[in-house]
């Protein structure tokens, strides 16, 4: 019987051990949102906004790499629990998986050459344009680009498009503010290329902002993370992450 009880309780403490562990499905291809060091390590601002959601429900966030046009795929088959890597809260991917609450909110834009004239989707007729393959970015340069002559062409990585920007293969791209900022326009590589056009923000592309994802049928799960959403606001924690990457609120209005 004793042998019997001790046996119960290692396997309680090891399915508890496993319980406290978040799988989390990112793709660290997207600066400063999550990236990865020379030494291999996971960085970003989705990467602190995880860890301080995992220390509000009482859980371990555990990363789980993914190419970003098969995250939604890899979450269906339960490589992870959740999704947080920067991902647009819209119909079409409300209707296979649940999202939280925002946890951010920031426009895209058209990036080209310096000097390129522009007055609309039609001035850049012939010119490629690179974007991040099932991301809303593509969803909105085939919905106003493309029909104007622009050739969009679709990367695995949005880090893919801007070394093919730098070898001449791609005009420019069109990505998150900040994301192409960190990423590009703040490196020397990017140092003749900057923003045409409007900011981007168009709910029917863009979604209500960008959430956290997860199975269908997860309610327990959606609301311990909404609510630690809510206290991480309310405390200063959020603040104090979004000041390590930004120098202004990501959250939007």
């Given at each position: 019987m004793r042998k019997f009880m001790i046996t119960l309780a290692l396997a309680a403490l090891a399915g508890g051990a496993q319980a406290a562990d978040l799988r989390v499905g990112l793709n660290p291809a997207y600066e400063p949102f999550e990236s990865k060091t020379a030494t291999g390590e996971i960085v970003g601002f989705d990467v602190d906004i995880a860890n301080a959601l995992c220390e509000q429900i009482k859980r371990?966030?555990?990363?789980?790499?993914?190419?970003?046009?098969?995250?939604?795929?890899?979450?269906?088959?339960?490589?992870?629990?959740?999704?947080?890597?920067s991902m647009s809260i819209t119909p079409e991917r409300a209707r296979v998986v649940d999202f939280t609450k925002r946890y951010y909110k920031t426009p895209s834009a058209i990036v080209v050459?310096?000097?390129?004239?522009?007055?609309?989707?039609?001035?850049l007729k012939g010119k490629k344009i690179g974007v991040l393959k099932s991301s809303?970015?593509?969803?909105?340069?085939?919905?106003?680009?493309?029909?104007?002559g622009v050739t969009v062409v679709p990367y695995q990585s949005q880090n893919q498009v801007y070394l093919d920007i730098e070898a001449g293969r791609l005009d420019g791209t069109v990505a998150d503010k900040v994301e192409v900022n960190g990423g590009f326009l703040s490196k020397p590589e990017g140092k003749d290329y900057g923003y045409?056009?409007?900011?981007?923000?168009?709910?029917?592309?863009?979604?209500?902002?960008?959430?956290?994802?997860?199975?269908?049928?997860?309610?327990?799960?959606?609301?311990?993370?909404?609510?630690?959403?809510?206290?991480?606001?309310?405390?200063?924690?959020?603040?104090?992450?979004?000041?390590?990457?930004?120098?202004?609120d990501p959250y939007g209005k």
């Open positions: 371990k966030c555990v990363f789980v790499e993914s190419e970003w046009d098969s995250i939604i795929a890899g979450l269906q088959a339960r490589k992870y629990d959740v999704v947080i890597s050459k310096k000097g390129t004239a522009y007055d609309g989707p039609a001035s809303t970015q593509e969803k909105w340069a085939l919905g106003e680009l493309a029909p104007a045409v056009g409007h900011d981007q923000y168009e709910e029917k592309y863009y979604g209500e902002g960008i959430g956290i994802a997860m199975r269908k049928g997860r309610g327990e799960l959606k609301k311990q993370l909404d609510d630690a959403i809510d206290t991480i606001r309310a405390n200063g924690t959020y603040e104090a992450i979004a000041k390590k990457y930004f120098d202004f």
